[in-house]
């Protein structure tokens, strides 16, 4: 099993926790010594002041020669003018011959000697009595005071730690909060949904990844919508050769057909089962997601042969809806078009027409040439459009929300199709109405 990665959550705080370790650790090297050397500097100062002091006075006090000792912790040494110079007192054994020499030839002694009370910064002085003064400060007392002052940076730097790791926490959860619900947004997105309301960016990286989210939301709605316009399209499409499969089937079973019809209606029935193999080719490139839409292919169309087809097709429906047919196919007879989806066009338009047209009344297929157009006007006898309609004709269900409680209408899909097809070929289509009813019009390019 794959072992799971680190949030990113957990590893900007460990990164940041590891950054503010490293500061506070080199921040205490260089403190501690620091701290040490100005400690130990300024203990020095204050021996030596103290020494000034006692140098500068008209007499030793009494204490001091009776070698008891300052608040401050400083042990002093009297030695007696020359010639014979007897040291007295707790500091007696720091003051050397090198302490002599020095307070002989200048006056002032500074440094740091050995003696009876460890090591000790040792400063002298030469009164104006003509004694010495020699003040000691052993370094144990440093010690124990640069001991404390270290505890006392290291306690502040454990706090800061403290703080810094508190702040770190806190800023990794404000800095991947957006992540999360972006991630989370993601995965509604991967279970179907669409529309998923995203996060406000804290960032401008997040700002872009939000909205690189919010784009593959929408290109997602977009192609679901269009497959699934799609399969209703190809799935409206599929009943016209049905239709017409099923009538000559019919007929064949009822004895209508007589032998000498029986080539034309088995050439019918190939035609029909042909187009319904070119939908299911259309279903199969969707399913590949190579397409998610019909597939457009022009070139030089027998505009004669194509109407004839349609009439062969629809001719036994109109029959049977006692409704007339007829198809005119012009005097010219080639245009640049695709003829499967021609085919779905018009017989979306002579559906419809069909379906709308009482009984007893008749539907024209006519053909004409104009203005460089091959023009195809399928026209009918039933109640027509009311004016407003005609803009909206072709909009996706517009007609079948209107009139679907008053006339007999279809899946509201036929005509955004054939307007949708008849673009994509390069034509137009239009709707109008006549002195008898409703007209629609495909223009198509003739070369």
Aim: charged content about 20%.
């Amino acid at each position: 099993m794959a072992r799971q990665p680190a949030s990113l959550r957990r590893r900007v705080t460990l990164v940041m926790l590891a950054i503010v370790a490293i500061a506070v650790l080199v921040t205490g090297a260089v403190t501690v010594p620091l701290i040490r050397t100005s400690t130990t500097q300024g203990e020095r100062d204050r021996l030596a002041e103290e020494a000034d002091l006692l140098a500068v006075a008209d007499h030793v006090p009494a204490r001091i020669a009776a070698g008891s000792t300052f608040v401050s912790g400083s042990r002093f040494a009297v030695v007696e003018a020359p010639p014979n110079g007897r040291a007295a007192g707790p500091a007696a054994s720091y003051v050397t011959a090198g302490v002599r020499a020095a307070l002989h030839a200048r006056g002032t002694y500074s440094g740091t000697l050995p003696g009876s009370l460890g090591r000790a910064l040792v400063e002298g002085r030469a009164t104006a009595s003509g004694s010495w003064i020699v003040s000691v400060l052993p370094l144990a007392e440093v010690d124990n005071a640069l001991n404390k002052a270290t505890r006392r940076v290291l306690l502040g730097l454990l706090v800061g730690l403290l703080v810094a790791g508190v702040a770190a926490l806190s800023l990794a959860r404000w800095l991947t909060r957006p992540l999360a619900e972006t991630a989370h947004a993601a995965r509604r997105l991967a279970a179907g949904e669409r529309g998923v309301a995203l996060p406000a960016p804290a960032s401008q990286e997040a700002a872009e990844l939000t909205a690189a989210l919010s784009a593959l939301d929408g290109a997602l709605a977009t192609s679901e919508e269009r497959q699934r316009e799609f399969l209703l399209a190809v799935s409206h499409e599929m009943r016209t050769p049905l239709s017409a499969v099923r009538g000559y089937a019919e007929a064949l079973s009822d004895g209508m057909v007589g032998a000498d019809e029986l080539p034309q209606v088995g050439a019918t029935l190939v035609r029909e089962t042909e187009r319904l193999d070119a939908f299911l080719r259309d279903l199969l490139e969707l399913a590949r997601l190579q397409a998610d839409d019909f597939a457009v292919h022009p070139v030089q169309v027998e505009m004669g042969v194509l109407l004839d087809h349609v009439c062969t097709a629809w001719s036994a429906r109109a029959a049977s809806l006692q409704v007339s047919l007829s198809v005119d196919a012009g005097g010219v007879s080639r245009v640049v078009a695709d003829p499967q989806r021609l085919r779905q066009v018009l017989d979306g338009l002579v559906e419809n027409a069909l379906r709308a047209t009482p009984a007893g009344g008749s539907v024209s297929v006519t053909a004409r040439t104009g203005d460089g157009a091959y023009v195809v006007e399928v026209s009918d006898t039933g109640p027509g459009l009311a004016p407003e309609d005609l803009s909206v004709a072709f909009d996706r269900g517009a007609l079948h929300a209107k009139y679907r409680q008053t006339r007999p209408v279809g899946t509201g899909l036929g005509l955004s199709i054939a307007a949708r097809l008849v673009t994509r070929m390069g034509g137009a289509v239009t709707a109008s109405n006549s002195v008898s009813g409703a007209v629609f019009t495909v223009s198509l390019p003739t070369g």
